[in-house]
């Protein structure tokens, strides 16, 4: 690869329940996680947060307690949801005056990722493998003249790539995703007609049980590395 490979970090690690992470969690963090209604919904948003302060610290060799992580929605202005970005909580100077990079987070029943690399335009979508698609799915995700998938995973895979393209962009599913066409779900990922590239858009599947997709506007080669992390007890 390229010495001027554009650097793409992919973290992703299996749900752990909130009991195990509170103790890592920001009181934020808890007071959000508290007012959620299930407990695959806590373990979910617990297991996210916690990986994306992972991620983006390791991206200077910090802790995760070192980060802190923001929301902001492009169509209404809320802060409490929306677009993630990250800053610098307390860290060492030559930590301080590096650049924090840009993220995008995905998380499916038993799994979550987060990529995080220089540049703003970048998106990351996973869904689980066994998964069922919804009624009328070709109907609501697909354009006319768009290739129909095959299967449900054809399908899904079809559904992670544009989820993934369209959070790059920072819009995520305010955009009608007819207006996105994309090859076939079961053929190499590419772009047939959406946001000005060029793209880089390729399937991460971060375990059998999962089926994901990267996009990242890049005019150059990318070099992607992909880490498991083990969340329990980090802090």
Do not use: N, Y
């Not at 029943?109 to 979508?125: F, N, P």
């Amino acid at each position: 690869m390229s010495e001027d490979a554009l650097p793409i970090e992919v973290h992703w690690a299996h749900t752990v329940p909130v009991d195990e992470l509170v103790g890592a969690l920001t009181p934020g963090e808890r007071d959000r996680v508290g007012t959620l209604r299930t407990a695959e919904a806590r373990d979910g948003i617990a297991s996210s947060l916690l990986l994306a302060r992972t991620a983006v610290g390791s991206w200077t060799g910090v802790t995760a307690g070192s980060v802190e992580l923001h929301r902001r929605c492009p169509r209404c202005g809320s802060r409490a949801h929306g677009r993630p970005s990250a800053s610098w909580r307390s860290v060492p100077d030559d930590a301080h005056w590096t650049a924090v990079p840009h993220l995008s987070l995905a998380r499916t029943a038993g799994t979550v990722v987060v990529v995080t690399t220089r540049t703003d335009e970048v998106g990351i979508d996973v869904e689980r493998r066994t998964d069922h698609v919804f009624d009328g799915f070709d109907e609501v995700v697909l354009a006319a003249d768009e290739a129909r998938g095959v299967d449900d995973e054809a399908r899904l895979r079809t559904w992670v790539r544009k989820e993934a393209v369209l959070k790059a962009v920072g819009r995520g599913l305010d955009v009608d995703p007819r207006s996105l066409v994309l090859g076939p779900g079961g053929e190499p990922p590419r772009i047939a007609r959406g946001p000005a590239g060029p793209w880089h858009l390729q399937d991460l599947d971060p375990t059998d049980g999962a089926i994901g997709a990267l996009a990242v506007r890049a005019a150059g080669p990318v070099s992607v590395r992909v880490t498991q992390v083990h969340l329990a007890g980090r802090h």
